[in-house]
Structures are given as C-alpha cells and as structure tokens.
C-alpha cells in the first residue's frame, strides 16, 4: 500500500480530515523548505505539495508567483527538488509528498528519467497543472511504472465528460480548484463547492481535496466538512514573503496557521 493510500485509510479510521500544506521547493533557499517541511509535520499535516518552481506559473496568482521568482533566483531546479525531498526522507518516511508543477521542466528532463528520480527520492505522487488527461498518457504510463500518483485538477467549469475522463486515470486524490481564477483569489462559495463535489463523487471512489482559496481556519474547517482533503497554500507563503529576513519567524507563522487549522478541522469532524 502506498504512502497516500495508507494516510488517507488512517484518516477515516480517525474520522479526520487531511491537512495539505503548499510551499514552493527553495524558496527562499533549499535548507528553509527543508526545515520548513518538517516543521509543518509538526504542526499536524498529512501530506506536503511540494511546488516545483518555474518562470511562468500561469495558474497562480502574484504570491505564489513570486514564491517561484524567489526560488528560482536562488538556484532552484528539479533536480534540487527531489535532493530536498532525499534529505526530508532521511527523517521522515511516512508522509506522503506531492510534488506540483508545470510540465516545461519535466519534459526537458524526460517522462523516464523525471519518474525514476522522483521514485528514487521519494516522491509518492505528481500533480501537473498545465497537461491535459486527453495528452498525458505517455507521462501516465512511466508514473505508473515507478508506483507514482497521477494527480489531476477538476474545476468549477469542468463537464462532465472530464470529470468521467479524469475519474479513469487519477490516482492518489483528485485535486478540486474551488475557484474560478488563479491561486489565492476570491471568496469561497461553499454551496457550490458542495454541489460540484457532489457531481464529482458519482463518478470516482478517490479521496477529493480542495484547495484554491483556504486563507483560515474557519474557511479550512468547512472544507473539512464536505471534501476529504483541505490544501492551503498562498497563506503560508505570504508568511515567507513577509519575513524576507527572518526565516525562524515565517516559519513560526506557518506553524501556528496549520496547528489553528487542524485543530479546527478536527472540531468538526470527529
């Protein structure tokens, strides 16, 4: 049993909810999303998504875009990513880690040689947000050979022909944008959320995250309530770019805004 498939069956023994937190890889530098990731472990998260950086990430909005300037100025690569997740490896083997990104870089490095390493490093699963499930069966085929997850992305807008599509060759968890627009926009409307996620459970048994959005706790545990996953992001990295120059207090921030969130998750859900 993998690592995701395993958290998620802990989770509903528990009657939990999973906490996924969202940081891009080396921003500002390596040995902060190191420390960083096992700091959220601490705060009580289930899985980590694990942003590969690129220079033009078109489905997030400015803090996330900066996230990966930051990191990309600093050196950042694929290949630092999977050397961040070794090193995280070396500690912890349990939580599972997702890395999520933009295809530019994983077809400049080859669907082979990228699943292999990712495999190597201990990568459980991968989320690519600008390949389409009707282009992605060469890249399904070597994330399948190396025991990866395929994430994908639903959306408000998407028919039901995708939703059918996308339900076939998931793997892991699928992936719900709760919003219209890029990360970090906008106000939740939870009946909405609901009603889609409703639509979307007709067609596939695998746990659904939501993300897009999930700025408190309050708004994460009324997510809690109707997805099986909660994924924040921008409000973590808003606290990095906050703290340019103070590293122990951002990741300080991050550690009180998880531990506020499970806390609130759990309180209405057990």
């Not at 990731?37 to 400015?62: N, T, Y």
């Not at 990966?68 to 939580?95: C, D, H, P, W, Y």
């Not at 495999?119 to 085929?141: H, N």
Request: charged share 20%.
């Amino acid at each position: 049993m993998s690592r995701l498939d395993k958290c998620f069956e802990g989770l509903r023994e528990t009657k939990q909810k999973a906490l996924v937190p969202f940081i891009t890889a080396g921003d500002p530098d390596a040995g902060f999303t190191l420390a960083c990731m096992h700091k959220m472990v601490d705060a009580g998260v289930d899985i980590i998504e694990l942003g590969v950086p690129f220079s033009d990430p078109m489905a997030d909005g400015p803090v996330i875009q900066k996230a990966s300037e930051r990191a990309l100025a600093a050196g950042m690569s694929l290949k630092g990513v999977f050397q961040i997740v070794k090193k995280f490896r070396i500690e912890n083997q349990s939580t599972p880690i997702i890395l999520m990104g933009y295809l530019n870089p994983i077809e400049f490095m080859g669907y082979a040689a990228f699943s292999e390493q990712a495999a190597v490093a201990g990568v459980d699963g991968v989320l690519i947000v600008d390949i389409p499930p009707e282009e992605s069966a060469d890249l399904l085929e070597e994330l399948k050979k190396n025991q990866l997850a395929s994430i994908y992305l639903l959306a408000p807008t998407s028919p039901k022909h995708r939703i059918q599509r996308v339900a076939e060759i998931a793997s892991g968890y699928i992936y719900y944008v709760s919003l219209k627009g890029v990360t970090g926009a906008g106000n939740l409307q939870l009946d909405d959320v609901r009603n889609k996620l409703a639509e979307i459970k007709k067609q596939t048994s695998l746990p659904l995250a939501i993300g897009f959005g999930v700025k408190s706790p309050e708004i994460a545990a009324e997510i809690a309530k109707i997805g099986d996953a909660v994924v924040v992001g921008s409000a973590l990295i808003q606290s990095i770019t906050n703290n340019p120059d103070n590293a122990e207090k951002a990741q300080q921030e991050i550690f009180n805004l998880l531990s506020s969130m499970r806390t609130a998750m759990d309180a209405v859900t057990q």
